[in-house]
């Protein structure tokens, strides 16, 4: 019967922790294009750098408008209109 090779126990999270790469080269989800992807902090997609920085400015853009409607609403309802 072999034996068994004795080593180092790994603790909970360092058997847990998988290596996963930051960047790696694919098809874009958005644009199609094969370059260098990254994960997208707000959909969690495989995006390049280009389609990350316009999902985040769409993403800002979009809780702007929604902050001018609601300040909109508020003083129409303040003038009562």
């Not at 090779?5 to 847990?16: F, H, I, P, Q, R």
């Not at 080269?25 to 495989?46: M, N, P, S, V």
């Not at 409607?69 to 303040?78: M, S, T």
Request: hydrophobic share 25%.
């Amino acid at each position: 019967m072999p034996r068994k090779k004795k080593g180092k126990k790994l603790t909970t999270t360092e058997s847990s922790v998988q290596h996963i790469p930051q960047v790696f080269t694919a098809k874009c989800a958005q644009c199609e294009i094969k370059q260098e992807l990254q994960a997208c902090d707000i959909c969690d997609r495989a995006k390049c750098a280009t389609c990350v920085n316009k999902h985040r400015e769409e993403m800002k853009l979009s809780q702007r408008n929604a902050a001018l409607k609601n300040k909109i609403d508020q003083l129409r309802q303040q003038t009562g209109e």
